[in-house]
């Protein structure tokens, strides 16, 4: 991921984005959302999208007139498709801890991403009518259009590949597919792009060993903690307090939601997925949801806490970026916040949006 989102590549995905959409009311923002999309399917990381994708398109943005509160307001909330559309490392997380298929979650989560991408593309043409914000004028012929897609179609390809492999024919596990990425991404920048120095090679094998010791240390104490709290039935007695005070399915639905928001504004995602999964499970259970959906709704309802306060991860990474006070981005972000609620709201009272594939 960190090969393919660095370099070349990213660039040509801006711009590719850019001349598609850039010449609408916010269009600035419309490019960020695509962009972010795109590599929603290549990262799978929040954090890495926002500060490997911000550091080019927070300063571009403020270039073309918009303000930097916004700049860093869209870069921090579309991050979060990264963690929702697969690869999403988040889910893997949960499959591991809930014993689900993580072919059958990846599914799951295809439409959400896409629906919380549609809610933030809204918001930035809403923002941006409102507010009057400059469009930015690009020359589309179909001659450059297909000369940009060509230098994009990698990034493009890569996302719709992995998904066939692992969700459809099964031809490939995970682990597999992690291991096709890693040599199709050196690759296409040795061979197409020719930008792939030794130096950036070998930082990308130290930022990608960083964040695997980070998860196998946390899944390592997940283990111990996910041992106590199953020896002493906290998740049952949980479970059984909650259904003594609350009867009706789509109550206990909202609640698991409101502790899922809450915990997200002061945990990372990791930890809170390692933490709740054997405690929302049994509750989820007790009301007839399915493990997947309920998996979706954890991951989702966690991840708006990566741009909320006071702790949200993509918040700081793009206020800091963007050169901006967090309090001005928080207001910034307002709408998208509601988008994202809705989104999350809509998911978890309409299942039959997810994508479902036999596990």
Known sequence: ADLLANGTLGRQVIGL?????????GGVGHSSVVTSLVFSGVSGSAVADASGLGRVLIPWTKKVGYPAPF????????????????PSIPMILFAATSGVSVAAIFAAGIVPGLLLAVS???VCWFVAFRNGFPRVRVKLTPKRLLKDLLLALPAIVFPVLMIRLVLLYGIATVTEVSVLAALYA????VTIYRDLSLRAFLQSLLSTAAATG?????????SALSWLLTVQEVPQELAALVLDRIEAPWLITLAMIAL????????DMSPAILLLTPVLMPLGEQIGMDPIHLGVIIVLSLAVGLFTPPVGTTL???????????????????????ASIAVLLLIAFVPALLVQIGG
Request: hydrophobic share 60%.
């Open 17 to 25: 984005a850019t001349r598609i959409v850039g010449r609408f009311r």
């Open 71 to 86: 700049a860093a307001a869209v870069n921090s909330s579309t991050s979060i498709l990264g963690v929702i559309i697969p």
């Open 120 to 122: 933030m593309l809204a």
């Open 186 to 189: 050196v690759l296409i920048r």
């Open 214 to 222: 980070i998860v196998m240390l946390l899944i390592m104490t997940s």
């Open 260 to 267: 899922l928001l809450i915990v997200g504004m002061f945990l």
């Open 316 to 338: 700081y990474i793009s206020s800091s970026i963007g050169e901006v006070k967090v309090e001005k981005t928080v207001q910034a972000l307002v709408p998208f916040y509601i």
